[in-house]
């Protein structure tokens, strides 16, 4: 069922997707409230840069707080009368999770289930949720599927992302609330997170630096370009999840319910050998990485590779962006923004 929105309230909105989903809506003609604490996980300065391109749209108002104070939350909601949420604040990353597991306790199981309070509260049409592929885990059946049992994942991150997917279920179940969850594929792109690879590896390779190379170079990965997970996202948006009438107890299906409950993955469907991907960063810059090679890290997962055929059906839309080209942008961004073009 395709709906208008006229308010989107995205959580995260300072963040990598958060802030390019944010510009998308507001030139597609939203009002966006954006939320996010703006914490030091990584540069803040950066967080500030992007926000400060959203201010400069009248459309737009930014509210700084933590989605574990759930009053403070809950003012917003109160002032605002939202349509439809897109939560994509999270403590991210999945080796940070390994040394810092209370900060995905505190951002990724409170403060979702405060999301979801609020969500229940104040009318909401639509919780769109960011999920991740790593709830796929030990999972070796590729594609992943959203059909497929998640029940073993491999980091505290995955676990917490899995939570979100079972409790958001339970309030559609319980108070007919229409959630849909997405599950990214490494998403990367201009204004992209420091921690991410593809950022390390083009500062550490201009710097002169070796890379760290985990897995000896034996990973594959779905990488999936900003613009087409935002385009995924604002279909999926406007779509509202279908209950499934074929749906049984005797055989659930986990990408779907009998409730207003979906699941889709979100990548580009075409994974990318690790030195291949690195390869197309040495090629935009024109410098050869020296590269350290590694064993496979605590919670990381050799292969990720999306089945998106529910999105293809559902919404009409499959990411198509090529490697080449996402980290041509990427690397042009880089070196305008920190000013180090040759």
């Known amino acids: 069922m395709l709906f208008t929105y006229h308010t989107a309230l995205v959580t995260g909105a300072a963040g ?12 597609d003609g ?41 009053e403070g939350l809950a003012s917003i909601f109160r002032a605002n009368r939202i349509d439809v949420v897109v939560n994509l604040a999270a403590q991210a990353g999945v080796r940070y999770s390994l040394t810092n597991p209370q900060a995905y306790v505190d951002s990724n199981l409170v403060g979702f289930v405060n999301v979801l309070e609020c969500c229940r509260h104040h009318g909401v049409k639509h919780l769109v949720f960011a ?33 979100n997917e079972l409790m958001a279920h339970t309030y559609s179940h319980l108070f007919d609330l229409a959630c849909t969850g997405l599950r990214f594929f490494t998403v ?13 590896f083009t500062r550490a390779i201009l710097e002169g630096r070796p890379i760290d190379v985990f897995n000896h170079g034996k990973m594959r990965r779905d990488f999936t370009y900003i613009d087409d997970i935002v385009e995924g996202v604002v279909r999926v948006m406007k779509n509202l999840p279908d ?29 990318v050998e690790l030195m291949d ?13 020296e590269k350290n090679f590694m064993d496979l890290q605590p919670g990381d997962v050799p292969a990720t590779y999306a089945d998106i055929d529910d999105l293809i059906n559902d919404v009409g839309f499959k ?14 961004w880089y070196q305008t923004y920190y000013g180090t073009k040759g």
């Open 16 to 27: 990598f997707i958060g802030f390019h989903l944010s510009r998308r809506l507001l030139d």
């Open 30 to 70: 939203y009002r966006v409230v954006g939320v996010d604490n703006l914490n030091d996980y990584y540069d803040p300065g950066l967080k500030r840069d992007r926000l400060d391109m959203l201010k400069a749209y009248p459309a737009f108002a930014f509210f700084k707080t933590d989605l574990a104070q759930k």
């Open 131 to 163: 999920s991740s592929s790593s709830v796929y885990g030990a999972n070796t059946n590729m594609p992943f599927s959203v059909h497929h049992n998640v029940d073993h994942p491999v980091s505290l991150y995955a676990a917490s992302k899995k939570s």
């Open 188 to 200: 990367y792109g201009p204004w992209g997170r420091p921690d991410m690879a593809l950022f390390l």
């Open 243 to 271: 209950r499934n009438p074929q749906w049984s107890g005797d055989a659930p299906d986990p990408g779907t319910s009998y409730a207003r409950y979906k699941i889709y993955n979100i990548g580009n469907n075409n994974p």
């Open 277 to 289: 991907f690195i390869k197309a960063i040495e090629v935009a810059l024109g410098r050869a990485a």
């Open 319 to 332: 990411p198509a962006t090529s490697i080449t080209e996402g980290i041509g942008r990427f690397v042009a």
